[in-house]
């Protein structure tokens, strides 16, 4: 098994081995306070705790649109933070957001196992987010671009905040991999919300990235 791993300071403990050992880890008390680790498949993955500019301001503007729009529903969304495991795909790791509809939740398609207690969402939401970083280029737009699909998640929403190579897509889920929305004038729609969306970028007067994304 590789191990990959971008933060010195967090050592994986040689009982970590599997999906489940490092399942088990990374939900105990003896897991570092705002660590970041992912299973990918027989991988493991660690991101660095904090984020450049961009990509916070990034996320910040988009989960703050979803959350009020998810608010108005009956779903339930997570912010980043939040652990995310499929056990049939081998995959456990925190999105930058995620929803899942009541009626997902009614099925037993994404389930909350202990309740308000819950450290961990297990199954398929509808939806997850990833704002590529520097250190998560090849895991978000290839590791989990494949895994996510392969979990059932109807929309995986692909945000690159890198002022070189700013983009917005939402992949919907195809018959053999995720699809990329074809965008009406920078317009997406979204089938999960039901919505079009936009994201935009500009600079401020001090040269820093100012994000919105739009919605109609």
Known sequence: MRKIVFAEHLTFPDSVQDLQTFRDWVKADVFPEKARASYLDGEFWVDLPMERAAHNLCK??????LCAIVDATSGTKFSDGMLLSNI????????????????????GVATLLRGDDS????????????????????????????????????????VDSRPAS???????????????????QGWIKSRVFGREFRLTKTMTKLGISSFKLHVR
């Open 88 to 107: 049939s795909v081998g995959l456990s790791t925190q999105p930058d957001f995620m929803y899942i509809a009541e009626g997902s939740m009614e099925a």
């Open 119 to 158: 450290l961990e969402v297990v199954g398929s939401p509808d939806m997850t987010l990833e704002v590529v970083s520097p250190t998560s280029v090849d895991k978000d737009t290839v590791q989990l671009r494949r895994l996510y699909w392969e979990a059932g998640v109807k929309e995986y929403w692909l």
């Open 166 to 184: 700013f983009s917005f897509d939402i992949l919907r889920t195809g018959p053999s991999k995720f699809m990329a929305t074809r965008k009406q």
């Open 60 to 65: 910040t503007a988009i989960t703050t649109v």
